[in-house]
């Protein structure tokens, strides 16, 4: 894997080596076939080799990602439109899991529409 700097965190993503050089192996894994004897290989539709991975995973360190999803599992106001949480891991999470946002688990509160949702499809 290659070494990365750390970008700071107003730098937009798409400025940064890591996604120059994703980008540019665009072009040299365009030409990857999902076919190859005869058997196709289903990597969910998308053209990716060992180096594009590690290019990938440059990139997810340099976006710092690991921390994203951290603030994100913490529920952290990271909509910074609607200065609020993103609670997308709620909507996945079992019923007993515990996710909190302002200081309230709100996985009762998901299940509780999840299980109206259901009771509502299940009458149609």
Same mark, same amino acid.
Request: charged fraction near 30%; hydrophobic fraction near 40%.
């Given at each position: 894997?290659?070494?990365?700097?750390?970008?700071?965190?107003?730098?937009?993503?798409?400025?940064?080596?890591?996604?120059?050089?994703?980008?540019?192996?665009?072009?040299? /894994? %365009?030409? &990857?076939?999902?076919?190859?004897?005869?058997? #196709?290989?289903?990597?969910?539709? +998308?053209?990716?080799?060992?180096?594009?991975?590690?290019?990938?995973?440059?990139?997810?360190k340099e976006a710092r990602?690991?921390?994203?999803?951290e603030v994100m599992f913490?529920?952290?106001? /990271? %909509?910074? &439109?609607?200065?609020?949480?993103?609670?997308? #891991?709620?909507?996945?999470?079992? +019923?007993?899991?515990?996710?909190?946002c302002d200081g309230k688990?709100?996985?009762?509160?998901?299940?509780?529409?999840?299980?109206?949702?259901?009771?509502?499809?299940?009458?149609?």
């Amino acid at each position: 894997m290659q070494a990365t700097a750390v970008v700071s965190k107003s730098a937009l993503i798409s400025e940064t080596p890591a996604w120059t050089s994703l980008k540019d192996h665009l072009g040299q /894994i %365009n030409k &990857t076939h999902l076919e190859y004897d005869g058997v #196709v290989v289903d990597f969910s539709r +998308q053209r990716a080799t060992h180096e594009t991975l590690d290019k990938l995973l440059v990139l997810a360190k340099e976006a710092r990602l690991k921390e994203k999803i951290e603030v994100m599992f913490n529920g952290e106001h /990271i %909509n910074t &439109t609607e200065d609020r949480s993103v609670l997308h #891991v709620a909507l996945r999470a079992p +019923q007993h899991e515990q996710i909190y946002c302002d200081g309230k688990n709100v996985v009762p509160d998901v299940w509780g529409v999840l299980d109206k949702i259901k009771d509502f499809t299940d009458r149609l």
